[in-house]
């Protein structure tokens, strides 16, 4: 799946975690190290199964296993309004 990450958020990296703002809602979130490397594969690739494959080289998880929690991330993601999916991306 590919996706861009909304143009209402802004994020900063600490230490290993990610925080973000959605300025249109005003909430705050945070992604803990491996959700800050999914952030950050995202933002450099945009698409879920380039995530997965720089995934595979940093953790020890079956690729089934890491491409439903990716999958889970990004949805989770899509839902908090923080990435949308790609304009033309068909399912």
């Known amino acids: 799946m590919r ?3 909304s143009d209402a958020v802004i994020y900063q990296e600490v230490l290993d975690e990610v925080l973000l ?3 249109d809602s005003q909430k705050y979130f945070g992604l ?3 959700g800050a490397d999914v952030w950050k594969l995202l933002k450099e690739h945009g698409d ?3 995530v997965v494959r720089g ?3 940093s953790y020890r998880v079956e690729e089934d296993q890491l491409r439903t929690d990716v999958g889970v991330l990004v949805g989770e ?3 908090a309004g ?3 999916v790609a304009p033309g991306f068909v399912a």
């Open 77 to 79: 993601l899509v839902a």
């Open 48 to 50: 879920s199964e380039a």
């Open 32 to 34: 803990d190290s491996v």
């Open 21 to 23: 703002l959605d300025l």
């Open 55 to 57: 995934m595979q080289v």
């Open 82 to 84: 923080l990435v949308r």
């Open 3 to 5: 996706v861009e990450i």
